[in-house]
T-cell receptor
Framework: ETGVTQTPRHLVMGMTNKKSLKCEQH?????MYWYKQSAKKPLELMFV???????ENNSVPSRFSPECPNSSHLFLHLHTLQPEDSALYLC?????????????FGSGTRLTVV | AQSVTQLDSQVPVFEEAPVELRCNYS??????LFWYVQYPNQGLQLLLK??????LVKGINGFEAEFNKSQTSFHLRKPSVHISDTAEYFC????????????FGKGTTLSVSS
């Protein structure tokens, strides 16, 4: 266990469904990130939260909606997804947004859109 | 903007053989460099990082990497691999500036066989 917990581990959803991914960390970090990992592509940074404020949104479609209610929890709300959205979604956290520290990653949620 | 190129998508080796996984980066400013490992069905785990100082960096599990500024490279090496080293390895770069996120390469699959 790395200290960053993601649930669920696997999710299959239809294109008309609404679901949420959850990420939780108790490392005392105050920056959290969502990455999308697709086969043979670089990890794509989706969202960055610092002190519960969204500070970066890398041109992610509106069908992905993040939420950070406090520094320990991060959600990714999903609705009307497309099959190409099937991927491993990774949550990470860090101390400050200082890259010096590196990131701690969760185990990911394997999402399949049917 | 910085970028990362991992030159080999797959590297097959035999157990106890040496291995080198190649990584080149592009950036107009000073950078931090990282190697992460991802075992099947898990998130990314930090192997080692270069921040400053000695260009030879030692990490966990017997891995090391050497920063070469003139060649903009940060190759990962291990003198003798084990079956358990079979995994996906990711090189990442970040500018030496607070607030910048990690940018990852596409990854290299290391397959160790007996």
């Amino acid at each position: 266990e790395t200290g960053v917990t993601q649930t669920p581990r696997h999710l299959v959803m239809g294109m008309t469904n609404k679901k949420s991914l959850k990420c939780e960390q108790h490392l005392g970090h105050n920056a959290m990130y969502w990455y999308k990992q697709s086969a043979k592509k670089p990890l794509e940074l989706m969202f960055v939260y610092s002190l519960e404020e969204r500070v970066e949104n890398n041109s992610v479609p509106s069908r992905f909606s993040p939420e950070c209610p406090n520094s320990s929890h991060l959600f990714l709300h999903l609705h009307t997804l497309q099959p190409e959205d099937s991927a491993l979604y990774l949550c990470a956290s860090s101390q400050e947004r200082e890259p010096y520290y590196g990131y701690t990653f969760g185990s990911g949620t394997r999402l399949t859109v049917v | 903007a910085q970028s990362v190129t991992q030159l080999d998508s797959q590297v097959p080796v035999f157990e106890e053989a040496p291995v080198e996984l190649r990584c080149n980066y592009s950036s107009s400013v000073s950078v931090y460099l990282f190697w992460y490992v991802q075992y099947p069905n898990q998130g990314l785990q930090l192997l080692l990082k270069y921040l400053s100082g000695s260009t030879l960096v030692k990490g966990i599990n017997g891995f090391e990497a050497e920063f070469n500024k003139s060649q903009t490279s940060f190759h990962l090496r291990k003198p003798s691999v084990h079956i358990s080293d079979t995994a996906e390895y990711f090189c990442a770069v970040s500018e030496v500036q607070a607030g910048t996120a990690l940018i990852f390469g596409k990854g290299t699959t290391l397959s160790v066989s007996s």
